[in-house]
């Protein structure tokens, strides 16, 4: 893989290929750490100036529905877009003389609803949280993406197990879950200390 491939508009590009069964269990881990930028360099301006055809990228790896093959600076630079979707469940050590090494993923409603241990006392002076419940094991898509650590570092991501499709839209992750870039620009505004109107 000397580079990522791209179509004409200059994005990325795929290529259809059989999606192999799998499975693996579900422990969750932060997001990959290898994003575009330290966190304390986004700020609105990140906001205003996204990296060219989001939307569309973004679509592709919420869905993956085919291949998709990314340089690493590609995906440094999209995937805190879509961290928000996808849960790192397991990494796999490197194989072929440590060229290759692989992530598989969740979709983040993958998990079991979270069920409070009654056992575990609480702090009655301190106000309750109004946190709403969040329904899990509502939806079974999972990928994995392999890293290519030769000459011209590349990622493969494809889809594994036998859930070709989500069972919810990116727009209703959205609203679940807030991907990195937006939790980091929101960080930084309110790091600035902007003083009250009234």
Request: charged letters at 30%; glycine letters at 6%; hydrophobic letters at 30%.
């Amino acid at each position: 893989m000397d580079q990522a491939e791209a179509s004409n508009d200059g994005t990325p590009g795929v290529e259809a290929v059989s999606t192999p069964n799998g499975d693996v269990g579900l422990v969750d881990s932060p997001p990959n750490p290898d994003i575009s930028g330290s966190p304390s360099t986004r700020d609105m301006l990140t906001l205003f100036n996204p990296p060219p055809n989001l939307e569309m990228l973004r679509q592709r790896l919420y869905e993956v529905k085919e291949k998709i093959e990314l340089t690493v600076d590609e995906w440094n630079l999209y995937w805190p877009y879509v961290d928000n979707v996808w849960c790192r469940t397991q990494r796999r050590a490197d194989i072929f003389n440590g060229l290759y090494e692989t992530d598989y993923y969740a979709c983040r409603l993958h998990r079991a609803t979270y069920q409070p241990d009654p056992a575990r006392a609480t702090d009655e002076s301190k106000p309750k949280r109004k946190k709403q419940r969040r329904e899990g094991g509502t939806c079974q898509m999972r990928l994995k993406a392999v890293l290519f650590r030769g000459a011209c570092p590349s990622y493969t991501i494809t889809q594994v197990g036998e859930f070709k499709e989500h069972t919810h839209d990116l727009d209703h992750m959205d609203k679940v879950k807030r991907n990195s870039v937006v939790m980091d620009i929101a960080k930084s505004e309110v790091m600035k200390g902007y003083m009250s109107s009234s």
